[in-house]
């Protein structure tokens, strides 16, 4: 093809990269095809170490790198080369008349502000430093002149555009240049995202070496989110919506998690998989839960992943069927065998042995993904017109927090059943109420009520899904009881004693229905509503 329907050679490319995975082979295929290799510091070391010709960049400016590398790529000669229109007399004038070279490729990608940014006690002098000045600028440069330039940001984009060249005799098209221009603009409106909220978590900047303090405290003046595209869904909630996944750069949580065999996971599973991870990363103890719909159906802790297994489908294996699994441990294979013999979308974990995954591999269709933990700070909702930013919901209650508002005091096994209730009862949609008891020192659910629009139908539908009897179980609410009639249901179906919020004009009340029970209360001071 000819360069008037699109096709531009490269003859002189300009590489400047911090991740220099792929680098070498890339150049070396460039070489290849007789383009002039230009570079800059580091990434023109490792070029000379692969034995390859390559031109520093001070050559090409007639101006040495200066101030520490801060100042290497900011010059006439390196813009004015990239950023010229061949096709403009008087651009091409103007870089004869001074002697600037036309760059036809730059391969950038940028400090690894984000990661410094992450590391423990990390100077505020050394996030400022991280922040790429002519990286930036190249790339925008690059990707504005894209008509004559080709801007490489990602080494993963280093094979597609080697075979391209191959098959062209060292050119690449229109369309590749203005996907790749598309790409640089993403590259660098994420990095300027990164460093914008960065910085505004920094209360004030600190002298040379001292560590940076962070404060999550303020809610940003501005809600900047920067997230790739990761991949397509096949649809949303139903098949008439159009879905995809969006990741962060943390390489954390479900959206990252690494799939090890099943079919492609759906909206829904991603869903489902996120509300049961985060359930089960609510205890220190080997937990599991079966969530259906995003509400828990069966959920409990126990010796080992199998004994928990058991006893969280026993709380309600007819809603477990068709359902998303989460385990806070190692799947091990006597578990694994187990689970198998009931059919679940798919299963999340932090690893499982290989004598698990040799169970599983017979049904081909269950997703199997392991996870690493992420710190999840805050939560976006979309609404019409706007955004909702929240604090994740990370208050946590310990048996000293607890207040005993009753004549007669919990047990201390019942104690231990509450707070299990409690953690449960964080993550199932309000209104909820939670029916649960400990056996042999590790908790089980009973019976779920979950997105009710009346406490009382909470509590009366969380006595109707129980499987198992609820005779000496105990209740927890995710909010007050706002009469003594939600009370009086959980005692009714069978709870000897409840944990609650508090905080209604009504608990004198509720206490004393409870005293006439004979019922224990205690009240956490937290609620915790989950509208979804």
């Known amino acids: 093809m000819s360069e008037m329907q699109g096709m531009k050679t490269v003859k002189r490319a300009l590489l400047s990269v911090t991740d220099k995975t792929g680098l070498v082979e890339f150049a070396r295929t460039l070489a290849g095809f007789g383009v002039d ?14 034995g390859l010709p390559v031109r520093d960049i001070s050559d090409l400016t007639g101006f040495p790198e200066m101030l520490d590398g801060r100042v290497k790529t900011l010059h006439p000669k390196v813009h004015g080369g990239i950023l010229h229109i061949r ?62 330039v080709a801007i490489v940001t990602l080494a993963a984009d280093y094979p597609a555009l080697l075979e391209e060249m191959k098959a062209s005799g060292g050119s690449l098209s229109r369309e590749t240049r203005w996907r790749l221009a598309k790409q640089a603009f993403a590259t660098t ?16 900047p600190v002298e040379h070496g001292v560590a940076a303090e962070f404060s999550s405290e303020e809610v940003p003046s501005a809600l900047r989110i920067s997230h790739p595209l990761a991949t397509t869904l096949r649809y949303g909630e139903n098949p008439h919506q159009k879905a995809a996944l969006y990741r962060d750069s943390s390489g954390t949580g ?11 996971l759906s909206y829904n599973n991603l869903v489902d998989l996120d509300a049961c991870w985060e359930l089960v990363s609510e205890f220190d103890e080997t937990a599991v839960a079966i969530i259906k719909h995003t509400n828990p159906c069966g959920v409990a802790t126990g010796p080992s992943v199998l004994e928990a297994y058991k006893s969280a489908l026993a709380a309600d294996p007819v809603s477990a069927f068709g359902g998303v699994i989460g385990i806070n441990r190692e799947v091990d294979a006597a578990a694994a065998e187990e689970i ?30 392991t996870i690493k933990p992420a710190k999840n700070r805050r939560m976006v909702k979309q609404i019409s017109g706007g955004l909702l930013l929240q604090d994740a919901d990370h208050a946590a209650i310990q ?3 607890l207040k005993s508002v009753t004549k007669r005091a919990a047990t201390p096994e019942e104690l231990r059943a509450l ?32 997105g009710q629009m009346s406490r009382v139908d909470a509590a009366k539908f969380g006595a109707v899904k129980a499987v198992l009897p609820l005779a000496g179980c105990v209740a927890a609410s995710d909010a007050f009881f706002p009469f ?19 905080g209604s004009v009504n608990d004198a009340k509720v206490i004393e229905a409870a005293d006439r029970l004979g019922v224990a209360m205690v009240f956490t001071g937290i609620r915790h509503f989950r509208h979804g």
């Open 419 to 450: 707070l299990f209730a409690w953690r449960v009862c964080k993550h199932v949609k309000s209104n909820a109420i939670v029916y649960a008891r400990l056996g042999g020192g590790y908790g089980q659910s009973l019976g779920i009520g979950a």
């Open 399 to 401: 048996e000293a927090d």
């Open 189 to 204: 409106a994420a990095y300027d995202t990164a460093i914008a909220n960065t910085l505004e978590t920094i209360a004030a």
């Open 254 to 264: 479900v959206a990252a998690a690494q799939q090890l065999q099943g079919k492609e």
């Open 37 to 50: 290799l230009v570079s800059t510091g580091g990434t023109a070391r490792a070029l000379r170490e692969a």
């Open 340 to 369: 198998a013999k009931l059919f679940v979308e798919a299963i999340v974990a932090p690893s499982f042995t290989a004598d698990a995954l040799a169970r599983f591999a017979a049904k081909k269709n269950l997703r199997l993904l």
């Open 87 to 148: 096709g403009n007399k008087e651009h091409v004038a103007a870089v004869n008349e001074h002697a600037i070279e036309p760059i036809d490729m730059v391969v950038v990608n940028l400090y690894a502000f984000e990661k410094t940014a992450e590391k423990p006690g990390v100077a505020f002098s050394d996030i400022v430093e991280n922040i790429d000045i002519g990286g930036p600028s190249m790339v925008r440069s690059a990707a504005k002149n894209f008509d004559d």
């Open 484 to 502: 003594p009639d939600g009370l009086e249901t959980v005692a009714q179906a069978g709870a000897t004693a409840v944990i609650q919020p508090g």
